[in-house]
């Protein structure tokens, strides 16, 4: 990937979300940025100001002469800037109409309306961020929690950027010694060169899997946990929901099957961002609503990372307690005892033989009675073996850990070629594909097609 910069037409766009606000954001970035703003805008004269400096006027309809609002103008001249071109942000009033229409006057004075994520697709095509830094732009964004949020901006300041061209340097470093030891023969023995790539791809793999450890942790942190409370009715599943999400969000009433649709709402434990999905009980009925909510309650098990499977201790164990235990036995699951508050009915000798006893919170969710516990081990069920430090390195893209286990696997064959024996010219093909799949990682050997699909699922003006 080139680092020069590229003389693009100008783009322009509302950069902040629609709606009413205090301000709102008209971005411009390409060559033109600056004098196609100067034509709309009354005050100073914004090609004789310095860069990197704010200014008050206003944005004036150049054929009418009608004033269309009060602003403040930044002027941010390349190279030194998010596009590494020449970019201007009109700071207006919040608001549809006003901010519409200064894009508008924009769009007709030879600015051209941008593609969503063109903003950042140039800061990548001029050098400024590989891939990984760009695809952080958007994890931060979406981010639902701190520490969702700390990894993204770990990735947007180049450590997994870092990480990466270390591992491609240190394969292409071998390459070209195993490339010089096949020309000049007499200086080296194939032993040489074979125990060279071996110890390489052994090094490497090791890096990339313990990149790859962290995968499931930040794939959670980016896309959240889809976690299903489920229970028959009248356990306690809607007041879990209202307790995690801090609102009444759910009815809860002493009438079983008060839910008849699954309720979605994300909410933030302990850094994890769940996706909480509050299910209807889980019971034989008649009722035509009541059977489709139990049923959509079902798919939820089938489709949730965690299930929050609540049982109520003031009542004895059911045959429907019990088919939900052993249907959910093969996921990840915590079992909330519920009402502890109330007098035990229920045999937890019996519990115990379906269920491990460390899979077991009791609560009682009215006086919050387990509840810290609950939020430490969701935490700990999925967090409890990485590392919490602002530095870690952490992989949390689809297409960054499919990139990673397709490398690994080009190392594997490097390592199982030497092994079975095979010409060094044949394993240097497999030792070069694991330098490709890191390389599309950042960008660096990655096809125009990719390249186009990812920034168009940025959002518009970023």
Request: hydrophobic content about 40%; overall charge negative; some cysteine.
């Amino acid at each position: 990937m080139s680092t020069s910069i590229t003389a693009y037409d100008t783009i322009a766009a509302i950069s902040t979300p629609p709606g009413e606000g205090a301000i709102s954001i008209v971005r411009l970035s390409g060559e033109t940025a600056v004098t196609t703003a100067n034509k709309v805008f009354k005050g100073k004269d914004l090609t004789k100001v310095k860069s990197h400096t704010i200014h008050y006027g206003h944005i004036v309809d150049p054929e009418s002469g009608d004033l269309i609002d009060e602003v403040m103008v930044s002027v941010m001249l390349a190279p030194k800037t998010f596009t590494r071109e020449d970019v201007v942000e009109i700071n207006c009033h919040g608001g549809i109409v006003a901010t519409n229409r200064i894009l508008q006057l924009l769009l007709g004075e030879g600015a051209r309306m941008a593609e969503p994520g063109e903003f950042t697709k140039r800061a990548f095509l001029n050098g400024r961020i590989d891939l990984t830094e760009a695809e952080s732009v958007m994890d931060l964004i979406r981010a639902k929690t701190d520490r969702a949020m700390q990894v993204a901006v770990n990735q947007l300041d180049g450590n997994l950027h870092t990480l990466i061209k270390r591992l491609r340097q240190e394969i292409l470093e071998v390459l070209a010694q195993v490339e010089v030891n096949i020309d000049y023969p007499e200086y080296d023995t194939d032993e040489m060169t074979t125990k060279m790539l071996l110890e390489k791809a052994q090094t490497v793999k090791k890096a990339i899997e313990q990149l790859l450890t962290t995968a499931s942790q930040g794939k959670v942190l980016r896309e959240g946990l889809a976690t299903a409370i489920v229970g028959r009715p009248n356990v306690g599943k809607s007041s879990l929901l209202n307790h995690m999400l801090h609102e009444d969000k759910a009815i809860v009433t002493d009438v079983a099957g008060t839910t008849r649709d699954v309720l979605e709402e994300y909410v933030n434990v302990r850094g994890v961002p769940l996706k909480l999905v509050d299910t209807a009980g889980i019971h034989d009925t008649t009722d035509k609503v009541e059977k489709i909510g139990v049923e959509r309650s079902r798919q939820a098990i089938t489709q949730a990372d965690l299930i929050l499977l609540v049982l109520d201790q003031s009542q004895p164990l059911t045959a429907e307690d019990r088919e939900l235990v052993a249907a959910t036995a093969d996921k990840k699951r915590i079992i909330v005892l519920n009402k502890q508050d109330l007098p035990k009915q229920l045999d937890t000798d019996a519990l115990y033989k379906l269920v491990k006893p460390n899979e077991v919170i009791k609560t009682a969710i009215p006086t919050s009675d387990g509840m810290d516990e609950l939020d430490e081990r969701i935490a700990k069920l999925f967090f409890g073996g990485i590392e919490n430090s602002q530095g870690t390195v952490m992989v949390s893209n689809a297409r960054q850990i499919g990139l990673l286990r397709q490398a690994s696997k080009s190392l594997d064959a490097v390592i199982a070629g030497i092994d079975a024996g095979m010409p060094i010219d044949l394993v240097q093909i497999d030792m070069t594909a694991a330098w490709d799949k890191l390389g599309e990682i950042t960008g660096e050997s990655a096809p125009d097609e990719l390249i186009t699909q990812l920034f168009s699922q940025f959002c518009l003006g970023k």
